[in-house]
Antibody, heavy 118, light 113 residues
Framework: EVQLVESGGGLVQPGGSLRLSCAAS????????VNWVRQVPGKGLEWVSR????????HYADSVKGRFTISRDNAKNTLYLQMNSLRAEDTAVYFC???????????WGQGTLVTVSS | DIVMTQSPDSLAVSLGERATINCKSS????????????LGWYQQKPGQPPKLLIY???ARESGVPDRFSGSGSGTDFTLTISSLQAEDVALYYC?????????FGQGTKVEIK
């Protein structure tokens, strides 16, 4: 069974840092692009970042470019999101999601809540 | 960025009746070299992650009931639930994956009348 499990969320002060993890099971992470998507509670979905199978290509939303870094450790079958210089507007549930082939987000984790507040 | 606009924001439909959700993109999602529309539809229930229903605008994801169908091409797309069931009450989102940043519509809330 394909499963994605996020962890690492929590409360952090503005300007602080946090690293999210997404552990994959039931499939090899290196075989697909994977993404981070976030959702402010009660609001819509915002795509954040994506990375290809070998980690050589990444893309970011303008809202996080230069502050967030996506990476993967294929040996651990785990995806990461390093979030620096956090702002109140980064408060959201962060989901990891795997492409079906190109951009269709077919498998999702349950999400981890990040709260940026003083 | 490609802007995705859904209509309506919410709709109430009687059980067994048809529900139709529209999605319009600010530019064409049809890739000429493969004749595919880079458009997906998702269902999200409270406390759950989104679930992929439709991809390539009209391909149904494995396990999705056949009462869900997608249509359209270019900039105008539709998700149809042919006979609404109680378990279909949810938020529905369209998403373009033609070019990054991937973008989503604002969501359409489907309720029972």
């Amino acid at each position: 069974e394909v499963q994605l499990v996020e962890s690492g969320g929590g409360l952090v002060q503005p300007g602080g840092s946090l690293r999210l993890s997404c552990a994959a099971s039931g499939f090899t992470l290196s075989s697909n692009w994977v993404n981070w998507v976030r959702q402010v509670p009660g609001k819509g979905l915002e795509w954040v970042s994506r990375i290809n199978g070998d980690g050589s290509t990444t893309h970011y939303a303008d809202s996080v470019k230069g502050r967030f870094t996506i990476s993967r450790d294929n040996a651990k079958n785990t995806l990461y999101l390093q979030m620096n210089s956090l702002r109140a507007e980064d408060t959201a549930v962060y989901f990891c999601a795997r492409d079906k082939s190109w951009g269709e987000l077919t498998y999702w984790g349950q999400g981890t809540l990040v709260t940026v507040s003083s | 960025d490609i802007v995705m606009t859904q209509s309506p924001d919410s709709l109430a439909v009687s059980l067994g009746e048809r529900a139709t959700i529209n999605c319009k993109s600010s530019q064409s999602l049809l890739y000429g070299s493969n004749n595919k529309n880079y458009l997906g539809w998702y269902q999200q229930k409270p406390g759950q992650p989104p679930k992929l229903l439709i991809y390539w605008a009209s391909a149904r994801e494995s396990g999705v009931p056949d009462r869900f169908s997608g249509s359209g091409s270019g900039t105008d797309f539709t998700l149809t639930i042919s006979s609404l069931q109680a378990e279909d009450v949810a938020l529905y989102y369209c998403q373009q994956y033609y070019s990054t940043p991937w973008t989503f519509g604002q969501g359409t809330k489907v309720e029972i009348k």
